[in-house]
Protein backbone atom coordinates (compact mmCIF):
# COMPACT_ATOMS: atom_id res chain seq x y z
CA UNK A 1 0.00 0.00 0.00
CA UNK A 2 0.80 3.23 -1.11
CA UNK A 3 0.18 6.92 1.07
CA UNK A 4 0.42 9.99 -1.11
CA UNK A 5 -0.16 14.00 0.47
CA UNK A 6 -0.36 16.71 -1.30
CA UNK A 7 0.68 19.93 -0.22
CA UNK A 8 1.03 23.38 -1.84
CA UNK A 9 -2.28 24.82 -2.86
CA UNK A 10 -3.62 27.87 -2.22
CA UNK A 11 -4.98 30.83 -3.36
CA UNK A 12 -3.03 32.79 -5.91
CA UNK A 13 -3.51 36.35 -8.58
CA UNK A 14 -2.95 35.27 -12.41
CA UNK A 15 0.73 35.14 -13.02
CA UNK A 16 1.91 34.05 -10.03
CA UNK A 17 4.11 30.79 -9.31
CA UNK A 18 3.21 27.98 -6.92
CA UNK A 19 5.20 24.76 -6.68
CA UNK A 20 3.30 21.87 -5.36
CA UNK A 21 4.42 18.86 -3.32
CA UNK A 22 3.82 15.15 -2.64
CA UNK A 23 5.31 13.03 0.11
CA UNK A 24 4.51 9.13 -0.65
CA UNK A 25 5.23 6.02 2.11
CA UNK A 26 4.44 2.60 2.67
CA UNK A 27 6.67 1.12 -0.42
CA UNK A 28 9.46 1.54 -2.58
CA UNK A 29 8.82 5.17 -3.72
CA UNK A 30 11.84 5.43 -6.35
CA UNK A 31 10.06 2.40 -8.58
CA UNK A 32 6.84 4.14 -8.98
CA UNK A 33 5.90 6.42 -11.67
CA UNK A 34 4.18 9.83 -10.84
CA UNK A 35 1.36 11.38 -11.62
CA UNK A 36 -0.39 14.72 -11.20
CA UNK A 37 -4.03 15.32 -12.01
CA UNK A 38 -6.59 18.26 -11.80
CA UNK A 39 -9.99 18.44 -11.18
CA UNK A 40 -12.14 21.29 -11.25
CA UNK A 41 -15.60 22.04 -10.22
CA UNK A 42 -18.17 20.42 -12.90
CA UNK A 43 -16.16 18.73 -14.92
CA UNK A 44 -13.92 15.55 -14.70
CA UNK A 45 -10.33 14.53 -13.36
CA UNK A 46 -7.93 15.34 -15.93
CA UNK A 47 -4.32 14.46 -16.64
CA UNK A 48 -1.96 17.23 -15.90
CA UNK A 49 1.96 16.14 -15.77
CA UNK A 50 4.15 12.34 -15.35
CA UNK A 51 7.04 11.54 -14.55
CA UNK A 52 8.70 7.73 -15.03
CA UNK A 53 10.10 6.19 -11.58
CA UNK A 54 13.57 7.13 -12.64
CA UNK A 55 13.05 10.60 -13.67
CA UNK A 56 13.86 9.42 -17.37
CA UNK A 57 10.69 10.14 -19.24
CA UNK A 58 7.90 13.10 -18.85
CA UNK A 59 5.01 14.03 -19.97
CA UNK A 60 2.88 17.23 -19.84
CA UNK A 61 -0.23 17.93 -21.12
CA UNK A 62 -0.44 20.48 -24.15
CA UNK A 63 -2.13 23.25 -21.82
CA UNK A 64 0.41 23.23 -18.84
CA UNK A 65 3.46 22.52 -21.57
CA UNK A 66 6.10 24.90 -21.28
CA UNK A 67 4.43 26.35 -17.63
CA UNK A 68 4.79 23.25 -15.90
CA UNK A 69 7.40 21.16 -14.66
CA UNK A 70 7.19 18.21 -12.40
CA UNK A 71 10.43 16.58 -10.59
CA UNK A 72 11.36 13.99 -8.47
CA UNK A 73 13.72 13.50 -5.31
CA UNK A 74 13.34 9.88 -4.76
CA UNK A 75 15.87 10.31 -1.75
CA UNK A 76 12.99 12.39 0.08
CA UNK A 77 10.28 10.01 -1.52
CA UNK A 78 8.97 13.79 -2.70
CA UNK A 79 7.46 14.83 -6.41
CA UNK A 80 6.89 18.58 -7.25
CA UNK A 81 4.91 20.32 -9.73
CA UNK A 82 6.24 23.77 -10.79
CA UNK A 83 3.45 25.62 -11.89
CA UNK A 84 4.57 29.14 -13.36
CA UNK A 85 2.61 31.88 -15.41
CA UNK A 86 -0.49 30.17 -13.56
CA UNK A 87 -3.90 30.98 -14.99
CA UNK A 88 -7.58 31.29 -13.77
CA UNK A 89 -8.17 27.72 -15.79
CA UNK A 90 -5.48 25.70 -13.93
CA UNK A 91 -8.41 26.69 -10.65
CA UNK A 92 -8.86 23.14 -9.91
CA UNK A 93 -8.35 20.45 -7.26
CA UNK A 94 -4.90 18.43 -7.60
CA UNK A 95 -4.18 15.30 -7.48
CA UNK A 96 -0.88 13.21 -6.41
CA UNK A 97 -0.65 9.72 -8.31
CA UNK A 98 1.23 6.87 -8.62
CA UNK A 99 1.62 3.71 -10.54
CA UNK A 100 3.51 0.52 -10.41
CA UNK A 101 3.81 0.01 -13.94
CA UNK A 102 3.33 3.34 -15.89
CA UNK A 103 2.30 2.91 -19.44
CA UNK A 104 3.93 4.89 -22.28
CA UNK A 105 0.56 4.89 -23.89
CA UNK A 106 -1.63 5.25 -21.43
CA UNK A 107 0.44 7.51 -19.07
CA UNK A 108 -2.56 10.18 -19.19
CA UNK A 109 -5.26 7.62 -18.48
CA UNK A 110 -6.59 8.25 -14.70
CA UNK A 111 -7.12 3.96 -14.65
CA UNK A 112 -3.43 3.50 -15.20
CA UNK A 113 -2.32 4.61 -12.18
CA UNK A 114 -3.07 2.44 -8.67
CA UNK A 115 -2.47 5.11 -5.68
CA UNK A 116 -3.91 8.63 -5.22
CA UNK A 117 -3.97 11.46 -2.43
CA UNK A 118 -6.82 13.65 -1.18
CA UNK A 119 -6.00 16.76 -3.18
CA UNK A 120 -4.20 20.08 -2.72
CA UNK A 121 -6.93 23.37 -3.78
CA UNK A 122 -5.17 25.83 -6.06
CA UNK A 123 -7.61 28.75 -7.21
CA UNK A 124 -6.24 31.42 -9.29
CA UNK A 125 -7.93 34.34 -9.25
CA UNK A 126 -7.30 37.87 -9.06
Known amino acids: QVQLVESGGRLVAPGDSLRLSCVGSGRDFSALSMGWFRQAPGKEREFVSA????????FYTESVEGRFTISRDNAKNMVYLQMNSLKPEDTATYYC???????????????????WGQGTQVTVSS
Open 97 to 115: SAAKVLSLVYYSDYASYDY
Open 51 to 58: ILWNGGRR
